[in-house]
């Protein structure tokens, strides 16, 4: 069974404190391995889409990395408006387009 | 680009009635869209995947004949919460798959909805 599971659940950072959030999965015939951001009371915004182990991207002070068996998402230098519920979500090959999602991390950036 | 918009975002309505909530891709065309709902504190529960001009295919304990689904066109499907009950109360969030760029997602802003 399809399973993602990310850590930490919630992370406390001070503003300019770099961390990286994990998301480790295990899938049959990853698709696509996907991070969002989602704000309170919003729906989740797209960040990045990892299709092989080794790829990476980067978007501003974010950069996610993809190994066979996890996801980081590192945050470099965060600022208080990086503050929101991180998700990572998992397309298996034979899903017809679902993603699985994990518990998500929610992380608060301080002044 | 690849912007998906929600109607209403939030909306009230009492134990027995019926509500339709619409997802609209607004700049894209996409054949399949997903129906989730998120309880506070929880992360998305995938409910139905809609396909254009074809019936919905629902999650396992996720009641059809409560959750009408429906996906007239390639840029508007709508989820139907028929007969309403409070339990329903949750955040209902659509995605569409952008056929574009291969297997991307995009989120609606969500719809809060309350059953009095």
């Known amino acids: 069974e399809d399973q993602v599971t990310q850590s930490p659940e919630a992370l406390r950072l001070q503003e300019g404190e770099s961390s990286s959030l994990n998301c480790s999965y295990t899938?049959?015939?990853?698709?696509?391995l996907f991070w969002y951001r989602q704000d309170p009371g919003k729906g989740p915004e797209f960040l990045f889409t990892?299709?092989?182990a080794g790829e990476e991207k980067e978007k501003e002070r974010l950069k996610a990395t993809l190994t066979k068996k996890e996801s980081f998402l590192h945050i470099t230098a965060p600022k208080p408006e990086d503050s929101a519920t991180y998700l990572c979500?998992?397309?298996?090959?034979?899903?017809?387009?679902?993603?699985?999602f994990g518990a998500g991390t929610q992380v608060v950036v301080t002044p | 680009g690849a912007v998906v918009s929600q109607h209403p975002s939030w909306v009230i309505c009492k134990s027995g009635t019926s509500v339709k909530i619409e997802c609209r891709s607004l700049?894209?065309?996409?054949?399949?869209m997903f129906w989730y709902r998120q309880f506070p504190k929880q992360s998305l529960m995938l409910m139905a995947t809609?396909?254009?001009?074809?019936?919905?295919?629902?999650e396992q304990g996720v009641e059809k004949d409560k959750f009408l689904i429906n996906h007239a066109s390639l840029t508007l499907s709508t989820l139907t919460v028929t007969s309403a009950h409070p339990e329903d109360s949750s955040f209902y969030i659509c995605?569409?798959?952008?056929?574009?760029?291969?297997?991307?997602?995009?989120f609606g802003p969500g719809t809060r909805l309350t059953v009095t």
């Open positions: 995605s569409a798959e952008q056929g574009a760029t291969p297997y991307e997602q995009y």
């Open positions: 899938v049959s015939g990853l698709r696509g």
């Open positions: 990892l299709y092989s």
């Open positions: 979500a998992v397309q298996a090959g034979d899903s017809w387009g679902k993603l699985q």
């Open positions: 700049d894209f065309q996409a054949t399949t």
């Open positions: 809609s396909n254009e001009g074809s019936k919905a295919t629902y």
